[in-house]
Structure formats: structure tokens, C-alpha cells
């Protein structure tokens, strides 16, 4: 079971790794900062469903082409794409 709160601490990371690859100081971090901008933005999305349906099982990082996002397994064993 993942609380709300745990998918905010995850939420909050995301932000601090967006300041940093903002900076643009390796080659690589714009690719980086927007992989990590749409993450944080699926995120948003699984937050927020989470606060209407309630807690879920399990969720872990996906990527789909150039897309990046959250696989969302919730209570009633069902799984779920959010990106982007």
C-alpha cells in the first residue's frame, strides 16, 4: 500500500531534480529536466486520482518512446498509464 504522502515526498524529489538539471551544467540535463518534467507531471495526475480513489498497491517509473511517466496498480488490481 503507497500513502499520499508518500507519492508527495516523491513529488517534492522530483522538483529538487528539475532545479538542478535546470541549471544546464552537464550536456545531457535538458534531456534529463524535461524527462523529469513530465514524470513530476504524471505524478500530479496520480496524486490527484489517489486522492479520490484512495490508496493504491504499487507504482513504478515507465517510459514510452520519448514519453515518461507512472504504471499505477490500485486496490481493485488495476493497472493504469499516466504520462504526461
Same mark, same amino acid.
Given at each position: 500500500?503507497?500513502?499520499?504522502?508518500?507519492?508527495?515526498?516523491?513529488?517534492?524529489?522530483?522538483?529538487?531534480?528539475?532545479?538542478?538539471?535546470?541549471?544546464?551544467? *552537464?550536456? $545531457? %540535463?535538458?534531456?534529463?529536466?524535461?524527462?523529469?518534467?513530465?514524470?513530476?507531471?504524471?505524478?500530479?495526475? !496520480? @496524486?490527484?486520482?489517489?486522492? *479520490?480513489? $484512495? %490508496?493504491?498497491?504499487?507504482?513504478?517509473?515507465?517510459?514510452?518512446?520519448?514519453?515518461?511517466?507512472?504504471? !499505477? @496498480?490500485?486496490?481493485?488490481?488495476?493497472l493504469?498509464?499516466?504520462?504526461?
Amino acid at each position: 500500500m503507497i500513502k499520499l504522502e508518500v507519492l508527495e515526498e516523491v513529488c517534492k524529489g522530483l522538483e529538487e531534480m528539475m532545479k538542478k538539471y535546470k541549471r544546464n551544467q *552537464i550536456p $545531457g %540535463d535538458k534531456d534529463r529536466y524535461d524527462a523529469t518534467k513530465q514524470a513530476h507531471a504524471a505524478l500530479r495526475k !496520480v @496524486i490527484l486520482t489517489t486522492t *479520490i480513489k $484512495g %490508496d493504491i498497491q504499487s507504482i513504478s517509473p515507465i517510459q514510452n518512446g520519448k514519453k515518461y511517466g507512472w504504471a !499505477v @496498480i490500485d486496490n481493485d488490481s488495476n493497472l493504469k498509464n499516466y504520462s504526461a
